[in-house]
């Protein structure tokens, strides 16, 4: 049974550029959710996607979007990198979007902003 | 709005002594609280969690934690340390009615000693 498995591991951009991140759900999970975290930091909800719709949404700028798959996968996509969006993005995947849902995160993506 | 408190970035015990991390929170209304933990250049893994019922949580590697809602505290415990328990550990709310956003600690730096 395979985990929320998450591509690429690390990568690395310049500012003004843009980046797409993928995100696997593990199995039997519908809804995926994206986090922010910042070195040192605890994770920071970005948005969360149920029926292939942006469902909850934290306090992040539009130039964060994303997108879900008829399969449930998901991408995150920055526009315009600022040397502040350098950080680890965490997939998480739940059975449903319910606050009780226990989250299963994937291992990151580490993105470095030049 | 709701918040979670880790009031120490780092503890350190050793190996076979109890362990405490200390999580208190700020929710309007009735919370729900994780636990999770974080190896280096990994995702967060789930310990455990409080919804309903019981005060005292039972989770995995032998981890427990307990509900105290006149101390609006969830300090995660553990009756003798390991080694391999090293690792970040992240305190993280969500609250029962309105936005399901969880807010997460900024995390507590578990070291134990040989």
């Known amino acids: 049974d395979a985990g929320v498995t998450q591509s690429p591991t690390h990568l690395i951009k310049t500012r003004g550029q843009q980046v797409t991140l993928r995100c696997s759900p593990k199995?039997?999970?519908?809804?995926v959710s994206w986090y922010q975290q910042a070195l040192g930091q605890g994770p920071q909800f970005i948005f969360q996607?149920?029926?292939?719709?942006?469902?909850q949404r934290g306090n992040f700028p539009d130039r964060f979007s994303g997108h879900q798959f008829p399969n449930y996968s998901s991408e995150l996509n920055v526009n315009a990198l600022l040397l502040g969006d350098s950080a680890l993005y965490l997939c998480?995947?739940?059975?449903?979007?319910?606050?009780?849902?226990?989250?299963?995160f994937g291992p990151g993506t580490r993105l470095l902003v030049l | 709005a709701q918040s979670v408190a880790q009031p120490e970035d780092q503890v350190n015990v050793a190996e076979g002594n109890p362990l405490t991390v200390k999580c208190t929170y700020s929710?309007?209304?009735?919370?729900?609280l994780f636990w999770y933990v974080q190896y280096p250049n990994r995702g967060l893994q789930f310990l455990l969690k409080?919804?309903?019922?019981?005060?005292l949580v039972k989770g995995s590697y032998g981890f427990e934690a307990e509900f105290n809602k006149s101390q609006t505290s969830f300090h995660l415990k553990k009756p003798s340390a390991l080694v391999s328990d090293s690792a970040l550990y992240f305190c993280?709310?969500?609250?029962?009615?309105?936005?399901?956003?969880?807010?997460f600690g900024r995390g507590t730096s578990l070291i134990v000693h040989p």
């Open positions: 929710v309007s209304g009735n919370p729900y």
């Open positions: 998480a995947s739940t059975p449903r979007p319910g606050r009780q849902e226990t989250q299963y």
């Open positions: 409080y919804i309903t019922g019981d005060n």
């Open positions: 199995s039997g999970h519908d809804t």
């Open positions: 993280a709310v969500r609250v029962s009615g309105g936005s399901y956003i969880p807010t």
């Open positions: 996607y149920y029926e292939e719709e942006e469902r």
